[in-house]
């Protein structure tokens, strides 16, 4: 071989190589579903540690527990006034798209294939439509997989052994959805495969107990993170999903609007009346977050002793205005008085002083609490 042939020759393949070593050298990307709870935060970093660059995203419904009654109840105020999943993604240094699924998110609550848990949370549906949404979004950016934090065993309803692969089949993303907490107890999936990650440094994680993450979370560091058994949904609240079926019961539609489904988080509800309920403050805090919405409803408050604002929700005569009357003075300092003034205003601003007997709490039947 001539001189310049074998120049040609070795250049060629320093150029094949190069291009291998670029190839190689491809960073991975992946988007991580971080609800703000332990095992997003492990599922992130754990994924990070393997050098692959990830980013969080989490879906807003509407019906996130963090965050809200802790900034509004004084009871709460021990809690951290964050929104977990934006501090969990500052801890971990990625950066965190939220997105916003209210409209696309009734379809799941109202009509989920796979029915509701223990109370109105449809978790199996919930969980294939996150999935689903996070596939939409790695595809139009271009990355390369799905990261979440799901454990096998740990949820009775989409955590289990049976119903993992039918949330990667029905949201699409197939093998492109990776559990690294629990990845040893289920088939590679294309990032294992591929040596986007190394499987021998995932985890067998299984079950409802949650040593092995609270291990992980110290050996890495983590001292600092939402309860690990917390829910992250008011939805698995009973007391929130009965309130919630009351408001479909009573109206003509199950249709909801976010302001309907964020009053449902705040005061007490009684209904005594098939046409209307009661929203009563039960602390200062949520008195002045019911304020906000003193324009669009009938609403009292009490001009002669301390008390509550009380929101009528519905449309009243004047027999359910008197009734409602008396049980909002019931919530304030002059339960024991002979009389009360409650001041009772329209949301056209038009208002009147009735004169009323606090209803005694003998007269207020348990079934009126919704």
């Known amino acids: 071989m001539g001189e310049k042939s074998a120049l040609i020759c070795y250049a060629a393949r320093l150029f094949s190589h190069s291009l291998f070593d670029i190839f190689m050298s491809t960073q991975r990307k992946a988007i991580s579903l971080i609800s703000g709870g332990l095992d997003s935060m492990l599922s992130t970093r754990v994924i990070m540690d393997q050098g692959v660059h990830v980013e969080g995203i989490n879906f807003f419904t509407g019906f996130c527990v963090e965050g809200h009654t802790h900034a509004i109840r004084k009871k709460d105020k021990q809690k951290p006034k964050r929104n977990n999943a934006l501090w969990v993604a500052e801890q971990l240094g990625i950066k965190l798209h939220i997105v916003d699924v209210i409209e696309e998110y009734k379809e799941v609550l ?7 848990g223990q109370n109105m949370n449809p978790c199996l549906d919930c969980k294939g439509f996150m999935v689903r949404k996070a596939l939409e979004w790695i595809q139009q950016h271009d990355y390369d997989f799905i990261i979440t934090g799901e454990v096998v065993g740990q949820r009775p309803m989409s955590q289990r052994r049976d119903t993992m ?8 993303a197939g093998d492109l959805l990776l559990r690294p907490l629990s990845a040893l107890n289920l ?26 993450q609270m291990a992980l979370a110290a050996q890495f560091g983590f001292e600092d993170y939402s309860q690990p058994a917390g829910g992250c949904c008011f939805l698995t609240d009973k007391a ?22 964020m009053m449902l988080k705040v005061g ?28 669009q409803f009938t609403h009292l408050f009490s001009s002669s002793h301390s008390g509550p604002l009380v929101l009528i929700d519905g449309e009243v005569g004047e027999d359910d205005r008197l009734l409602a009357a008396r049980i909002a003075a019931r919530f304030g300092q002059g339960r024991d008085a002979d009389e009360v003034d409650m001041e009772i205003t329209d949301p056209d601003g038009q208002s009147e002083t009735l004169k009323v007997q606090p209803m005694p709490a003998s007269e207020i039947p ?5």
């Open 110 to 116: 109202l009509n989920p294939a796979h029915g509701y």
């Open 240 to 261: 929130y999903s009965d309130k919630l079926v009351d408001m479909w019961a009573h109206r003509s539609s199950r249709d909801y609007e976010l302001d309907d489904i």
């Open 187 to 212: 088939p590679p999936t294309k990032p294992e495969r591929e040596g986007w990650v190394r499987r021998e440094e995932l985890y067998d994680f299984s079950g409802r107990s949650r040593k092995p």
């Open 366 to 370: 348990q079934d009126w609490y919704v």
């Open 268 to 295: 007490r509800h009684l209904r005594p009346r098939p046409h209307f309920k009661l929203i009563v403050a039960r602390e200062e805090g949520e008195s002045r977050f019911l304020e906000g919405y003193r324009k």
């Open 165 to 172: 692969p039918v949330i990667q089949r029905e949201s699409g």
